[in-house]
């Protein structure tokens, strides 16, 4: 069980830790990071309490809502995102604070219905309004799809901070303490916010760009979001992330690769190691992922923030070996679009993973720059092949990076 924190005076951090849910959004590994579930408590002559926690964690955050106040005196709940994983628990609240008002936008009052059958007692706020708790106010902003079509921000003053739920989020329980200026290193939150990024809010990356546009000129003295740290030494910093992880999207992506391969029986990997080395010998930076043992929630950040991708696998039933299919799927659910591409892949008879390939690629728009197949173990004369293919998709990449640094 976690313990309240006071983030500025009056607003205090009733987040909840998460270390028991294997998936989150029944998809995304974090059995071994966890994740917080951020909610806020707003003590003044009103009493706000800002998102909630998933219905699993509903003790645990009613717990600290009782070291500091009394639920049944909550007059607002704010509600800045519909997503379960910050509103499981408010049916319970619903019983326990009788006169507490909904706040939301819009577009979440009908989810409220939808998802919790809450029709009463809902007021739905616009894009700037404000709500005045006493010396406190709230202030609304709309981030449409960060992560949510229905999201909002919260920005609370005194104290400037902004309460973002997902946005500028990450996985990660906190460990040990919540603010970013509590921790000497912070390259696995950061880390951790990147796969967070990529996997949930990666299809966004123009609302995200948005979104930062226009809470450009709040004076922010904390960043609060519903996930991951807080950042009160340094909001910049997270900001500066979501700017640059937003702009991946939008054809600012490293030119890197991403090697991804699956194998059956050792040929395609074989062939594997040649790319690679045909890579390494131009020195373009490379992570390599076999996907059948690597789950994709891993893959997405590289996959995400390079240009180049190499795709690896053999013909199955007459189609692209399955596993990687599916990775490409989530490369498409994740509009993961406009990469470079190459593949290669062993097949045993009539083949058909190529051809699979270039189908699942035709929608995300991936230019495919080489490809290479071969029947069985690759020869002596297949393995120079594939290292020349390696060797000339990685100067393509290497030039892509230079034509952008022209073109600024
Ligand atoms: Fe943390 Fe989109 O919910």
Not at 81 to 105: K, N, W, Y
Not at 199 to 223: E, H, S, T
Request: charge should be negative; charged fraction near 20%; proline fraction near 4%.
């Amino acid at each position: 069980m976690s313990e309240a924190v006071e983030i500025a005076p009056g607003i205090y951090w009733i987040g909840v830790n998460d270390r028991t849910t294997d998936l989150f959004e029944g998809i995304w590994p974090i059995a071994r990071e966890g994740v917080s579930y951020n909610a806020y408590l707003i003590r003044d002559e009103k009493l706000a309490l800002i998102d909630l926690a998933k219905a699993t964690k509903g003790e645990d955050l009613l717990r600290q809502i009782d070291t500091l106040a009394d639920t049944a005196a909550l007059d607002y709940v704010v509600i800045n995102h519909m997503e379960p994983d910050h509103t499981g628990v408010l049916r319970l609240v619903q019983r326990l604070a009788p006169r507490a008002i909904f706040v939301c936008s819009e577009k979440a009052r009908e989810m409220l219905g939808t998802f919790y059958g809450i029709t009463e007692r809902i007021r739905v706020v616009h894009d700037g309004e404000t709500i005045s708790l006493g010396r406190h106010e709230l202030k609304f902003f709309e981030t449409p799809f960060v992560h949510w079509p229905e999201t909002m921000m919260t920005w609370v003053t005194p104290g400037g901070v902004l309460f973002s739920c997902d946005g500028f989020g990450g996985f990660g329980a906190l460990e040990g303490a919540i603010f970013d200026d509590q921790h000497d290193s912070l390259e696995y939150y950061e880390q951790e916010a990147l796969r967070y990024y990529s996997n949930i809010v990666a299809r966004y990356g123009r609302m995200v760009l948005k979104a930062i546009d226009k809470l450009a000129a709040l004076p922010i003295a904390v960043i609060a979001p519903a996930h991951g740290l807080v950042w009160r030494g340094h909001p910049e910093r997270i900001v500066e992330l979501y700017k640059q992880w937003a702009g991946y999207s939008l054809g600012a992506d490293k030119p890197e690769i991403t090697l991804l391969y699956a194998t059956m029986y050792g040929a395609t990997e074989t062939m594997m190691n040649a790319v690679a080395r045909g890579i390494t010998a131009v020195g373009v930076p490379m992570q390599i992922f076999d996907v059948t043992h690597t789950h994709v929630s891993y893959i997405l950040p590289s996959l995400y923030s390079r240009k180049g991708v190499v795709v690896g696998a053999p013909t199955y039933e007459g189609h692209l070996f399955p596993v990687m299919a599916s990775v490409l799927a989530m490369a498409e659910a994740k509009h993961l679009t406009g990469k470079k591409a190459a593949y290669f892949g062993s097949f045993a008879w009539s083949g058909g993973g190529q051809g699979t390939f270039q189908k699942l690629v035709e929608p995300l728009k991936w230019e495919i720059l080489e490809q290479l197949v071969f029947p069985g173990n690759p020869t002596a004369e297949d393995l120079k092949k594939g290292e020349a293919l390696g060797a000339d998709f990685a100067r393509a990449i290497q030039k892509s990076g230079l034509e952008g640094k022209t073109d600024g």
